[in-house]
């Protein structure tokens, strides 16, 4: 039986164009073979003949030797949900697919569902403001794929898949931002309805469905048919370098008129997070983001976006649960995760002295 291992992935390093505000930028192709139904329409048998075509496609390619297969029947609800809660699969394959699959390359950048809605999502998740590199990454799985098995794709309308938004490119792109100047001073709400005029959607920190928690948000592409993958990676980066540009604005303005509050709020913070004895998930996130925004102002320096990004996963219910090695009580997963964070920061501060 596979296991789930808990691990840094790539996009926690923290650097890359714009790490200050842009924690990580994604970009997911979806993609079906010929002749054989949708998955999220397909019986059990037809979707085990997509999985071991899938199979046979990488077998002996040295271009997938370092992708480990995970069946999702054969790992735990548990490890499940900490690979959901590292953007590394979505909640429908880890609840509803039948023979469902990651095939996850060991640095967690590159990670490819099987039989989720789509018989394929190439997703490629890179720390930063790097579309385009991910893009690549993804790109180059998509056409090695492609180089043996036969998409379904219409002339008129591009690569069709489950979901009638994603029909033509079948591209999703998606930058993950921290935003507390643009939420705290209610500037955020202006940008949502412009957004959503051009084509683009927000969302929160596990997409579709999920409230803006931590002052973290997701803007992504709405439509895929009618653009080329470049306009459509393009235009993502041309808009969010606009919000990026009115964030810092507002944090100059904050840093400006409340330092002293800004500071005494990152150091507090931080206190809280060293010592306190029990932590819910909902509160250890809102201390993240205000010491996120204390470091980037230059407010406090004893710690790093790598590290903070490590502790935005450790604090989920999943990842915390994988770490204690057993499933945990609510009040026991607070108390874990005071455990937990206090362990990473000791660790953080010895790699340091």
């Known amino acids: 039986m596979k296991q789930v291992q808990y691990s840094l992935s790539r996009w926690m390093e923290g650097g890359g164009p714009e790490a200050e505000i842009v924690i990580s930028s994604r970009v997911r192709a979806a993609r079906n073979i010929k002749n054989h139904p949708f998955s999220c329409l397909a019986s059990g048998q037809d ?43 979505s909640p429908f394959l880890a609840r509803e697919s039948s023979f469902g699959a990651l095939l996850l390359r060991q640095d967690e950048a590159v990670s490819i569902m099987v039989n989720e809605e789509d018989h394929l999502r190439i997703q490629s998740l890179l720390s930063g403001l790097r579309l385009e590199e991910a893009w690549q990454e993804a790109e180059h799985y998509d056409d090695l794929l492609e180089s043996e098995l036969e998409y379904v794709f219409d002339e008129r309308y591009g690569y069709l898949t489950a979901c009638p938004t994603n029909v033509g490119t079948g591209l999703r792109a ?7 100047a643009l939420i705290m001073t209610g500037q955020i709400n202006r940008f949502l309805g412009a957004l959503s005029q051009v084509g683009l959607t927000v969302r929160g920190l596990y997409g579709e469905g999920t409230e803006i928690v931590g002052n973290l948000v997701q803007v992504s592409n709405q439509v895929t048919l009618g653009h080329t993958e470049e306009e459509i990676i393009s235009n993502l980066g041309s808009l969010i370098g606009q919000i990026i540009e009115q964030e810092q604005n507002a944090r100059q303005v904050m840093l400006d008129k409340k330092r002293a509050e800004l500071a005494d709020k990152a150091w507090r913070a931080l206190g809280l997070l060293k010592y306190a004895q029990i932590l819910s998930s909902q509160e250890a996130i809102e201390m993240l983001s205000d010491l996120r925004l204390g470091y980037d102002l230059g407010l406090i320096n004893e710690i790093d976006h790598k590290l903070l990004n490590e502790l935005l996963v450790l604090i989920r219910p999943g990842c915390l649960q994988l770490l204690a090695g057993r499933e945990l009580e609510n009040s026991e997963r607070n108390l874990e ?8 920061l000791e660790r953080s501060r010895k790699g340091n002295n």
């Open 174 to 180: 998606s930058v993950m931002l921290h935003l507390p």
């Open 337 to 344: 995760r005071s455990v937990q964070v206090k362990e990473v």
């Open 47 to 89: 979707n085990e003949i997509v999985m071991g075509k899938i199979k046979a496609a990488i077998s002996g390619r040295e271009e997938f030797s370092n992708f480990t297969c995970l069946p999702m029947d054969d790992i735990s609800d548990l490890e499940k949900q900490a690979l959901v809660e590292k953007h590394l699969i």
